[in-house]
Structure formats: structure tokens, C-alpha cells
């Protein structure tokens, strides 16, 4: 039943731009050496062509003569319940999709929405692991993954206004910006949030929070569920159109990025005209416009280093902004990890992973790639601008008692800010 739910949809899904891409496979096995669940654990299962493996199947056998030839010659099995059991495991607790894989393919084959399609099929089946579903049902029912409803939003806001003595504005009609941060930040990292109000304060940004599109952390699309996805994306766009803003800014949140960013215009209506940036992208205009200014080399002692999201960095490019700000703050001691950038490795905690409690061991497992590339450039703090990655690491510094700081990008910004 589950098989056939999750079939009906793959084959629903298969439109000749993804079957163009599951015809070009030649099973070369090169994705896999860039996947960090596989890289960390030798494990052929976590290989990303293996994670479209129930796709390709559904594929070949409702669509190609071959496919129909094997099923009725019984050379391959129709996909059972156990099939549709097994490989959620893997495409959920052992996938960020991080989509470092699509970069490697020598055929071009992008394996990451692939990965996102065999999710969409299997929340349609209903086979979604539970600890993510719960979180999932959380921000149906409460508008936030991690509780934050309207009292708990207005309660932690007056809070970080008071705490770090900033102006925070919520729900300014006419605003040109809207800023959305995530759960975590708000919950975990409110630090975050009175450093970004002061960037912007200092910039002169006519900008505003909103009560209702408070909430930029998308859970549906993690699951694979569009309907999901666009519910939460729809909360944000309603908070566009009822404040009149002309540009959204997403904080330190990359997945949320990707959804409001890319995935939005895909699946929905956007409000026209509308732009949406990532406030690492804003920082580097600031910067390179004179509306902000430095201390420089504020942060030259011990060694530091940076960590590329891969929604920010590899898929939303913003890799220059980050390099540019930490040699203004920290040119003698900044210091690249190999590989960086766009070929940066993922921390192992994105894609909802370190939502699902039984991913936990090979999730600290990818993170030691990470603890080998720190120690290559003997850092003493790691910097980075999505605060998943961040919850990610601050979890597996403690996991592993690592002698190693956790620092957000605009935290540090707004520490060396001159007034
Ligand atoms: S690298 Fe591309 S062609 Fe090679 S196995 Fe992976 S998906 Fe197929
Ligand atoms: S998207 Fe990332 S985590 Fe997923 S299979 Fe590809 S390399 Fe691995």
C-alpha cells in the first residue's frame, strides 16, 4: 500500500526532465566519494545514486520496455512496503541534501533534487521518520518547530530588545524590509537576533519583524512535502503583502533560504517584484557601500576559521561576502579549511537530520570530516552563517569535547562594528 502510494507519486513526478536525468546514469559511482555520510562510513547504501534507487526503479518498470521485461522475467522485484521502510531510513537520516554530489556527476545528473523527489514520495506515503514528522506537525499546529506561538515570539522579542538594548521593530507598515529569522535563532541563539538589529540599525535600513511571517525555518520542505512547504513559504508572503515591504531578508538559516529563495517560485505564487537576499549577502553590500564599517583586525588572535552552509554558500553563492568581512576583522588569523567554498563538506546536521534522533551516530560520525579539517588549520573558532550548521557544530564540539569556539558570522560583525 505504502509501496504503491510512494510508486503513484515517483511516477507522477518522472516528467522527461527527470527521467533524461535517471537515463544518464552510468553508474560510474563517482557521487559517492562526495558524499559525507559515505566518505565517513564506507557504507554503499549512503551512496547518493543509491538514495534515487527506488525512483529509478519505478521508472524503468512503469516506463521502459527493459524495466517491463525484468519485472515479468522476475530478473527484478516490484517495490514492496519493506523497499519503501528501508530506504526512508537512508534518504532521510543519511542525507543532508546538501547536493555536493550534483557538483562531482560527469553527467550532469542532479542527484540532490532527485534525493528531494524520492522525499516527496515517501511523505506522500506516509513513511517520513516519526521524530521529523513530529517536528513537522509542530509547525502545523503551532506555526514554529520549536514552539515559538505568538506569545512566546512577543515575550522572547521584548526580552532580546531589553537584554542587549536594541531596537527591534515589529510590523512597521511601509518598512522596505522584512526580516525573518528562524526558530532556532530565536530559541537557541537570540544573540543572533539583537546582533543582526544592530547591523541593520547601524546601516540606516528602514526594515521590520512581523508577527504572523515570523518564522522562516520550513520543516514541510525537509519532509518533501509541497503542500507543507508551501504553507509555511505562504505565512511569510502573506506578512509581505499585508506590510508592503519590498525585499525579504532571510537571517542565518540556509534551508530556509533555499525554500523562500529558489523552491518558492517553483511550487507557488510570489508576490511580484519582490526581493529576497540573505543577510550575508546585505552585510557584504553594507560593507562595500560605506553603510557600515569594521574595526579591523578585530578579531586577529588565535586561529579562526569558516564553515560554508551549503545553501548559502555552494547553492545561494555567497562566498565571497563572508571571506571579505573576515579579512577586514581577521586577516592574520583567518585561515581555509580544504575543501571550501562551493566544494565546501556539509557539518552533517542539515536536511532535518539532526532532527531524527536515531541519525545521531552517523551524524556525529560525518562531523568528524569536519573535526579533520579543523585540526589541518589548528583553529581555535569556527565561524559560520546558518544557524543550523551552527546548532549542528555547538552539538558535536560538546559530543566530542573539542577545544574548538562556535561563532556566528553576524554576531561577530555586530561586535566589531564601529560606531
Ligand atoms: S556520478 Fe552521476 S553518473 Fe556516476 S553514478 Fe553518480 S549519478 Fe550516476
Ligand atoms: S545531497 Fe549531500 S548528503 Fe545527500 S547524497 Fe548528495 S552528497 Fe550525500
Not at 6 to 21: H, L, M, P, R
Not at 32 to 54: D, Q, R
Not at 351 to 362: S, T
Amino acid at each position: 500500500m505504502q509501496a504503491q502510494i510512494a510508486i503513484n507519486t515517483f511516477v507522477k513526478e518522472t516528467g522527461g526532465y527527470v527521467a533524461a536525468q535517471l537515463e544518464a546514469c552510468t553508474r560510474c559511482g563517482m557521487c559517492a566519494e562526495a558524499c559525507h555520510f559515505y566518505l565517513a562510513t564506507g557504507n554503499p547504501e549512503y551512496a547518493p545514486v543509491w538514495k534515487i534507487e527506488l525512483l529509478k526503479r519505478a521508472y524503468e518498470q512503469r516506463f521502459t520496455l527493459a524495466g517491463r521485461a525484468k519485472l515479468a522475467l522476475g530478473i527484478d522485484k516490484p517495490i514492496s512496503d519493506e523497499d519503501v521502510a528501508h530506504f526512508s531510513k537512508i534518504v532521510y537520516e543519511a542525507c543532508t541534501m546538501c547536493n555536493k554530489c550534483s557538483m562531482v556527476c560527469p553527467m550532469g545528473i542532479q542527484l540532490g533534487p532527485l534525493i528531494h523527489e524520492v522525499r516527496t514520495g515517501f511523505s506522500e506515503a506516509g513513511v517520513v521518520p516519526a521524530d521529523l514528522m513530529a517536528v513537522v506537525n509542530k509547525q502545523v499546529e503551532e506555526g514554529s518547530p520549536l514552539g515559538v506561538t505568538d506569545d512566546v515570539y512577543a515575550d522572547r522579542m521584548e526580552w532580546v530588545a531589553d537584554e542587549w538594548e536594541v531596537e527591534l521593530p515589529i510590523d512597521v507598515k511601509g518598512a522596505d524590509t522584512l526580516v525573518v529569522f528562524s526558530s532556532i535563532e530565536v530559541m537557541k541563539f537570540p544573540e543572533n537576533i539583537a546582533a543582526i538589529a544592530r547591523i541593520l540599525n547601524a546601516a540606516g535600513e528602514k526594515w521590520t519583524l512581523s508577527t504572523t511571517g515570523r518564522e522562516v525555518v520550513n520543516f514541510g520542505f525537509y519532509e518533501g512535502s509541497p503542500e507543507r512547504t508551501r504553507m509555511f513559504l505562504q505565512r511569510v508572503f502573506d506578512a509581505v503583502k499585508e506590510l508592503g515591504v519590498k525585499k525579504v531578508v532571510v537571517t542565518e538559516c540556509g534551508h530556509a533560504y533555499d525554500a523562500l529563495r529558489w523552491t518558492s517560485y517553483n511550487i507557488m505564487e510570489v508576490p511580484a517584484g519582490i526581493e529576497i537576499t540573505h543577510i550575508v549577502g546585505l552585510i557584504g553590500e553594507y560593507i562595500r557601500a560605506g553603510k557600515i564599517k569594521l574595526k579591523a583586525g578585530a578579531y586577529n588572535n588565535g586561529t579562526l576559521t569558516f564553515h560554508d552552509a551549503c545553501k548559502i554558500q555552494r547553492r545561494g553563492g555567497h562566498v565571497k561576502e563572508p571571506r571579505e568581512i573576515l579579512n577586514i576583522l581577521a586577516p592574520q588569523s583567518f585561515k581555509e579549511m580544504t575543501p571550501n567554498k562551493e566544494e565546501s563538506i556539509c557539518c552533517g546536521g542539515g536536511g532535518g537530520v539532526i532532527a531524527i534522533k536515531e541519525a545521531d551516530p552517523i551524524r556525529y560520525a560525518a562531523f568528524e570530516l569536519k573535526i579533520d579539517q579543523m585540526r589541518n588549520v589548528g583553529a581555535k573558532t569556527v565561524v559560520m552563517s546558518c544557524s543550523n550548521c551552527r546548532l549542528q557544530f555547538t552539538d558535536c564540539v560538546q559530543h566530542f569535547n573539542l577545544d574548538v569556539k562556535v561563532a556566528g558570522l553576524c554576531q561577530m560583525v555586530a561586535e566589531a562594528l564601529e560606531e
